[in-house]
């Protein structure tokens, strides 16, 4: 991870921290925000392997987008409980393991992907426009 990708990620994660005032926001946020640029580098580290060509953007484009929705995906269970305790925490107590204990009691482990697919709708198209924009300033600075 280049010293750019780091102060960026240290920045969106601090500014999503202060916008919030839902502890739990705040760590699924960096959870996703960590899944996301591990995914993205490790794709964008694999394509320049093969492939020394002049950078495309449409790779940084595919590489955001995949890293979204890997991202988004597998931290759904984790939005799916946050979201329960915003909504009604005196359901459960104000603890995530009652809140993850009952939504599973109530619907088993697909109770955990509800909603996934509205979020990848938004995740996937959104980080592909993001990382398309931050390779092409990470070149335009010369990063």
Same mark, same amino acid.
């Given at each position: 991870m280049t010293r750019l990708s780091l102060?960026?990620?240290?920045?969106?994660? =601090?500014? #999503?921290?202060?916008?919030?005032?839902?502890p739990h926001a705040c760590t699924n946020f960096l959870v996703? $925000?960590?899944m996301t640029l591990l995914t993205y580098e490790?794709?964008?580290? #694999?394509?320049?392997?093969?492939?020394?060509?002049?950078?495309?953007?449409? #790779?940084?484009? $595919?590489?955001? $987008?995949?890293?979204?929705?890997?991202?988004?995906?597998?931290t759904n269970p984790m939005d799916v409980v946050k979201t329960r305790l915003q909504t009604?925490?005196? =359901?459960?107590?104000?603890?995530?393991?009652?809140? $993850? @204990?009952?939504t599973y009691i109530e619907g088993g482990s697909a109770a955990f992907l509800r909603g996934s697919f509205p979020r990848l709708m938004h995740k996937v198209p959104a980080n592909s426009l993001f990382f398309c924009f931050?390779?092409?300033?990470? @070149?335009?600075f010369n990063c």
């Open positions: 102060s960026l990620f240290i920045f969106c994660v =601090l500014m #999503k921290c202060a916008s919030t005032h839902h996703d $925000a960590i490790a794709i964008q580290e #694999k394509w320049t392997e093969k492939s020394q060509l002049q950078h495309q953007g449409w #790779k940084d484009m $595919a590489s955001g $987008a995949i890293a979204g929705g890997v991202g988004s995906f597998l009604q925490p005196e =359901l459960y107590e104000g603890s995530i393991l009652i809140c $993850a @204990r009952e931050y390779e092409a300033f990470k @070149r335009m």
